[in-house]
């Protein structure tokens, strides 16, 4: 099945405007544009949308490293992500990540993109605010879990994409968003994508240590969450072939091929939101049934006491919330 897979997403044979099956590219050709975000929020924005005229669900994208990596360096799979129907707004600031502080402005940073600041960026598509989710790689996420942790605000659901907590690798720098054996502050629904070479050591530290990654949100988590582990891909997978080949020095790498891993993320995390936010019940088979998967794959999930359907939405169990959006 994955060689058939294979050679249909790496070919020539995706018929135009087609999108028979999870895997195969989305329909759309995308709009891109880049700039600042307002409200003083310090974030620059790379983002990519369908090139239609219709109203599409929206997602904010952390990049990695706590968002100092520019968005140009997924643009591959951002885009093949937003064929398939979605407007993405990728953020990230060239300077020391603070990863509360970054929270605190990304509170700041997503009312302008709602109030005017979207419509002025000049993208065809229209954006459907009220189907938010928040999404990133690595310690993006743990921007993204700092910003739950305090209140919800637009989000909807996550998507999360080789999550790590903490603030350096060694664990030097008490800084973290979440305490082992004790679930979130919010509950919500999230896909988890993963790679089994996240763990693997390079030199001296992997760049998602075991204890700080992936399983650690999993664990953590308190609404119903789907994982994929693409057990043969690392963690620079996501990115350009120009940063993995850089990234290679620290993190552990591969010779897979990279369109077929991005087909396999473009095609979970639509799957994802059709079940979330169209109650497209038939979906939850597609995050699951890892043997359809074009890459090598390994499926889990554990509802967290809730119950199917599943449907997007966010609640949370502090009684005081400073970031109202």
Same mark, same amino acid.
């Given at each position: 099945m994955r060689v058939i897979i294979a050679a249909l997403l790496l070919g020539s044979c995706a018929v135009a405007g087609a999108d028979p099956s999870p895997w195969a590219p989305g329909k759309y050709s995308i709009q891109t544009e880049s700039g600042k975000l307002g409200n003083d929020s310090h974030w620059t924005y790379g983002a990519y949308a369908p090139d239609d005229n219709g109203s599409f669900p929206v997602m904010i994208y952390i990049t990695g490293g706590g968002g100092i990596m520019p968005c140009s360096t997924y643009g591959d799979v951002l885009k093949a992500m937003s064929a398939k129907g979605l407007v993405i707004v990728c953020l990230y600031k060239i300077r020391q990540p603070q990863p509360k502080t970054d929270a605190a402005l990304l509170a700041k940073g997503l009312p302008w993109l709602k109030n005017g600041g979207y419509s002025s960026i000049g993208l065809k598509a229209k954006a459907n605010f009220d189907e938010l989710t928040l999404s990133g790689h690595s310690a993006g996420n743990h921007v993204i879990c700092d910003y739950l942790q305090t209140s919800c605000g637009m989000a909807k659901a996550v998507v999360m994409m080789d999550p790590v907590d903490g603030y350096d690798p060694f664990g030097v720098v008490k800084n973290y968003c979440i305490t082992p054996g004790q679930k979130v502050e919010f509950s919500t629904p999230a896909l988890l994508l993963r790679t089994g070479l996240d763990p693997v050591v390079k030199r001296m530290v992997a760049c998602?240590? +075991?204890?700080? =990654?992936? !399983?650690?949100?999993? $664990? #953590?988590?308190?609404? *119903?969450?789907?994982?994929?582990?693409?057990?043969? @891909?690392?963690?620079?997978?996501?990115?350009?072939?120009?940063?993995?080949?850089?990234?290679?020095?620290?993190?552990?790498?591969?010779?897979?091929?990279?369109?077929?891993?991005?087909?396999?993320?473009?095609?979970?995390?639509?799957?994802?939101?059709?079940?979330?936010?169209?109650? +497209?019940?038939? =979906?939850? !088979?597609?995050?699951? $049934? #890892?043997?359809?998967? *074009?890459?090598?794959?390994?499926?889990?999930?554990? @509802?967290?006491?809730?119950?199917?359907?599943?449907?997007?939405?966010?609640t949370h169990s502090a009684t005081t919330h400073s970031l109202v959006v």
């Open positions: 998602a240590p +075991d204890q700080l =990654s992936n !399983q650690r949100f999993f $664990d #953590a988590w308190a609404g *119903p969450i789907w994982m994929a582990n693409a057990t043969k @891909y690392g963690h620079l997978d996501l990115n350009g072939n120009q940063t993995g080949k850089m990234g290679r020095i620290i993190c552990a790498s591969d010779n897979e091929p990279k369109p077929l891993y991005h087909s396999q993320v473009a095609g979970l995390t639509h799957a994802f939101l059709s079940m979330v936010f169209k109650g +497209d019940t038939a =979906s939850e !088979q597609v995050l699951k $049934d #890892a043997a359809e998967m *074009p890459a090598d794959t390994i499926a889990q999930n554990d @509802y967290n006491g809730h119950k199917a359907p599943f449907s997007a939405g966010c």
